[in-house]
């Protein structure tokens, strides 16, 4: 038993390599058993063609390698846990972000924003050009 195959049995409980080889063993036993009902005449030829049909469209056929689909299944869920807790603490923290800055700028009043930008405006001297401009007009 592999180091990994251990790993693998200890998580899920389950022996893989071992599931694989009674697997093929019960197929082998299954084919035996119709091999022995073909001899017999058990089924008639087109019964036999039906049986054969099924079998062929079974899910699990020798080729069936299980640790590599519980790889597979493993990577797969792997990838979208992470997905997921990536999505979580984005969420978390652009929720928390977003709830912080609206209680800041809900808590202030209109009018007081309207009064700091005019403020701002002043400190940057983007007032006085314009103030200038309506003190030199004639007529003022």
Do not use: H, Y
């Not at 195959?5 to 022996?15: K, M």
């Not at 089924?43 to 056929?61: I, L, M, Y």
């Not at 709830?99 to 009064?115: D, K, M, T």
């Amino acid at each position: 038993m592999s180091l990994w195959n251990w790993i693998r049995t200890q998580l899920t409980g389950v022996d893989l390599e071992a599931e694989q080889r009674r697997r093929a063993e019960l197929e082998a036993w299954e084919q035996a058993l119709d091999q022995e009902a073909l001899r017999r005449q058990v089924w008639s030829d087109q019964e036999w063609q039906t049986v054969q049909a099924q079998r062929a469209g079974q899910e699990f056929t020798g080729a069936t390698d299980f640790a590599a689909e519980v790889n597979q299944a493993f990577r797969e869920g792997a990838a979208e846990g992470l997905a997921s807790m990536q999505r979580g603490v984005r969420e978390s923290l652009t929720g928390a972000a977003t709830f912080s800055l609206r209680a800041v700028l809900g808590f202030i009043p209109w009018w007081a924003w309207v009064l700091a930008a005019i403020w701002a405006a002043w400190q940057l001297g983007l007032i006085q050009p314009w103030l200038g401009r309506l003190r030199a007009r004639p007529g003022a």
